[in-house]
């Protein structure tokens, strides 16, 4: 798959560290001109592809990403938008505060980003959303992330179809459990065993390099005919019951 996004440059955000760090670098191994983003310095500079460390949620930052992947390595014509953050808690505790902390982590940046891609895709492109498994079933305990994963699915879907005239396709990924820097210690603990691991068909946990092929699927030429899906990387975990 050498060359799959030869001639793509792409914006990744996310890319300190988990399914953000693995799908730069697979771009990148893929022939992309990569632009890593994330607000971890230090991850980044673990990374072997131009960086640019902002925090996404800062006003004008959709602004400041693009801007400066132009000025830098040319005009972007793919988004991978992965940046986010997980939490569980049920509506009932929740308070304001955690509830606008996760939509403007996960939906107010990848509608930003997104609004702005879409005004510099002049050519045509591919912005490419997280979802999660989480926006796809219901999971008790986890409503402020659930919504906002779940507003990032829908949003992919209307944007696809405003923006499908003009070239530019509109995806997302779903994953499910993926062992990261953030996931590592619950995943070690067995919380996850009964819930998830067993519960599903393909029973391992999943990795960064699993998600990031599909992420590099759907913005290639590969995927040149596929644009308004939400694709699920959960092992079947939200399309099957499965008991051991």
């Given at each position: 798959?050498?060359g ?19 799908t730069?670098?697979?771009f ?7 632009l ?17 460390a902002?925090?996404?949620a ?14 830098t ?21 929740t ?15 990848t ?12 050519g ?16 008790a ?10 507003a ?27 062992e ?27 990795t ?36 051991d």
């Amino acid at each position: 798959m050498t060359g799959q996004l030869s001639g793509r440059t792409a914006i990744v955000t996310g890319a300190a560290s988990g399914i953000g760090r693995a799908t730069a670098e697979l771009f990148a191994a893929r022939g992309a001109t990569v632009l890593a983003v994330d607000r971890d310095e230090q991850g980044l500079a673990e990374l072997s592809v131009p960086t640019l460390a902002v925090d996404l949620a800062a006003p004008g930052a959709a602004e400041e990403v693009f801007d400066h992947c132009a000025a830098t390595v040319g005009t972007p014509d793919v988004l991978a938008n992965i940046a986010g953050k997980a939490g569980d808690r049920s509506a009932g505790d929740t308070s304001d505060e955690d509830f606008e902390f996760f939509v403007r982590t996960n939906l107010t940046t990848t509608f930003a980003l997104s609004r702005r891609a879409v005004h510099v895709f002049d050519g045509g492109g591919a912005i490419v959303n997280t979802a999660s498994s989480f926006a796809l079933t219901g999971v008790a305990g986890s409503a402020p992330y659930s919504a906002a994963k779940g507003a990032v699915a829908s949003l992919t879907r209307q944007m696809a179809a405003d923006y499908g005239r003009r070239g530019i396709r509109v995806n997302a990924v779903a994953p499910g459990l993926i062992e990261t820097p953030a996931t590592r210690a619950k995943i070690a603990s067995g919380i996850f065993d009964d819930l998830v691991t067993r519960a599903r068909p393909l029973p391992r946990v999943g990795t960064p390099e699993d998600v990031a092929r599909v992420f590099a699927f759907l913005a290639s030429d590969d995927a040149a005919f596929v644009t308004g899906v939400t694709i699920p990387v959960d092992g079947g975990w939200t399309s099957t019951h499965f008991r051991d």
